[in-house]
């Protein structure tokens, strides 16, 4: 068996203990002599499995308890809608700041249901940095505002949480949650499609305020409302038992490696590491992002002569380096470094990029 070192932006790496653990359980979970898979969400195994992942998520980032823990489906995308419909009245605006192609396509979905209005955007600047915070037009009667923590695309991160004043902040972080701690007293809503730090996708972990639930806004079919799924534990209709089962290990994994700081400690050294290679190569790499907006997840780098992009990308491959191809809305070159890519990974890549930039020079 030969595994690579994956850097996928997204369905991304799982950790290696997960897919062994899960390997071994598939065809029969827990003494029940069947697959996860094949087990009514409804059966008293499978409950206890759900009630555990949750118990677990709600320990590693300290969920308070006026809060739902939601595992819902439809990707991130299908709550770019949903969430003006349960969250804003008909006719009530929300504030959208925008600092990437996920921040522009959460307004432009939401824009069916809510007076979207753009509060702060770096478009201008081709999305190389955060706008500063004294520039936001922020409107107190919005109904929320939202924000994306973490641009998987543009290779772009908040590193602070940003002051709102009392509207609820509402955060797309399916690609930095659980990387380091996060304050959620800080959040109304938080939701992320699970496929690049959580476990594989189609699956959606959302942890929204209590209190926003009860805002009736408009009519609308139970499975849409975020209180019904609140309501009956995410079992509203037939969950995705499978991503529950290795979202709930992943959790676990994430319990034994220490907890979200230490998670966070080892995040902030492997982006070190990859951005001191860029930083050090003399131009022979390039990373366009403020070195304060830098994200620590997703680091978008282009070569100093793109003729040398398909050479990389094919030796890369050679040398056992998955999906370092970026974005082709960015071109260049990608690595994704979330929680379950390890530091020998980013280690590997970068002796590869050092030894491609000496044997190319
Ligand atoms: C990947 C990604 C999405 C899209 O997620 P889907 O689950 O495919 O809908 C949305 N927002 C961010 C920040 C992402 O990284």
New binding site residues.
């Given amino acids: 068996m030969s595994r690579v070192w994956n850097f996928s932006a997204?369905p991304a790496a799982l950790p290696q203990a997960v897919l062994e653990r899960a390997q071994r359980e598939m065809l029969d979970w827990n003494g029940s002599g069947a697959s996860v898979m094949e087990l009514s969400h409804r059966g008293k195994l499978f409950m206890g499995l759900a009630a555990q992942a949750e118990a677990d998520v709600r320990e590693l980032a300290a969920i308070p308890d006026d809060y739902a823990v939601l595992f819902l489906q439809g990707?991130?995308?299908?709550h770019f809608a949903q969430i003006p419909m349960n969250l804003a009245a008909e006719g009530a605006s929300a504030d959208y700041i925008v600092t990437g192609h996920?921040g522009e396509k959460a307004a432009s979905e939401a824009a069916p249901y809510v007076k979207v209005d753009i509060a702060a955007s770096s478009h201008a600047d081709n999305y190389v940095k955060l706008p500063a915070r004294n520039g936001w037009t922020l409107n107190p009667a919005a109904a929320y505002v939202h924000y994306?923590p973490?641009?998987?695309i543009h290779g772009v991160e908040f590193h602070d949480v940003p002051e709102v004043g009392e509207v609820p902040l509402v955060a797309?972080m399916?690609?930095d949650i659980l990387s380091r701690p996060i304050d959620v007293r800080r959040f109304g809503l938080i939701y992320a499609?699970a496929?690049?730090n959580i476990g594989p996708?189609g699956l959606v972990l959302m942890i929204v305020r209590r209190d926003l639930l009860e805002r009736v806004t408009r009519p609308m079919a139970r499975i849409f409302r975020y209180a019904e799924h609140a309501a009956s534990d995410s079992m509203l209709n037939t969950p995705n038992t499978w991503g529950w089962y290795l979202a709930g290990l992943t959790f676990q994994w994430l319990k034994e490696q220490g907890g979200l700081a230490a998670v966070a400690a080892r995040n902030d050294a492997k982006a070190a590491l990859l951005y001191d290679t860029i930083d050090g190569s003399g131009g022979y790499y390039r990373n366009p992002i403020d070195p304060a907006s830098r994200s620590r997840m997703n680091v978008p780098f282009t070569l100093h002569d793109a003729a040398l992009d398909a050479v990389f990308l094919k030796e890369s491959e050679a040398a056992g380096l998955l999906a370092l191809k970026g974005h082709k809305a960015i071109g260049g070159m990608r690595a994704s470094l979330y929680n379950a890519v390890s530091l020998e990974a980013v280690e590997a890549l970068t002796a590869f990029m050092r030894e491609f930039a000496t044997r190319h020079g």
Wanted: cysteine-free; aromatic content about 6%; overall charge negative.
């Fill in positions: 997204g990707g991130a995308t299908q996920w994306t973490n641009e998987t797309d399916s690609s499609g496929q690049k996708s």
